[in-house]
């Protein structure tokens, strides 16, 4: 028997991965979400910074890394340009510093855009999980035709209400970039 609570599950975690991910496009100032994703070479293993060092915000303006070990200090350093993610760190030899600066109108714009990107890749996401579902109560012969509509309508409403969901999280996100 096809499980509609599994269904509500697998879309909300699709929407909490959106949500996840959106925390690495700051809207603002500093925030430890813009580099805590950042994995770094550690032990010969990806491991991101914040499992590494502590991350911590200095005047709202400024991101300050303590290694927990200094010999990974250069590497961290690396990992962060290699990111891409417009932030130059500043190795003061046993920590990191970055100066966050404010964002411009373009690349709150960019920023946008890509917010919009992950919002239809997250909306894909949910459609697949319906697909997933209907496929499932279509091939199971054992549920009467009635039953089997009932349930498409259902998995249906789901999709719909997580779809709004993640548009919501996206129309959100953008107004706060948008804000000076």
Do not use: W
Request: glycine share 2%.
């Amino acid at each position: 028997m096809i499980d509609l609570e599994m269904t509500e599950m697998e879309m909300e975690e699709v929407v909490e991965r959106y949500s996840n991910a959106l925390t690495s496009i700051r809207t603002s100032g500093a925030n430890p979400n813009l580099v805590s994703h950042i994995e770094v070479d550690y032990y010969g293993m990806a491991t991101p910074i914040n499992q590494i060092s502590s991350i911590s915000v200095i005047e709202g303006k400024q991101l300050l890394i303590k290694p927990y070990e200094m010999r990974i200090v250069k590497d961290i350093e690396k990992a962060i340009f290699a990111a891409n993610i417009g932030l130059t760190p500043q190795n003061e030899g046993t920590q990191i510093r970055i100066v966050v600066p404010p964002l411009t109108e373009q690349r709150r714009r960019e920023y946008a855009q890509k917010v919009k990107e992950m919002a239809e890749e997250a909306k894909i996401a949910v459609r697949n999980v319906r697909r997933d579902y209907n496929d499932q109560i279509k091939k199971d012969k054992t549920i009467p035709e009635d039953t089997q509509k009932d349930m498409l309508d259902e998995v249906q409403e789901l999709t719909d209400k997580y779809i709004k969901k993640v548009e919501d999280v996206c129309a959100k996100k953008s107004r706060d970039l948008m804000k000076l």
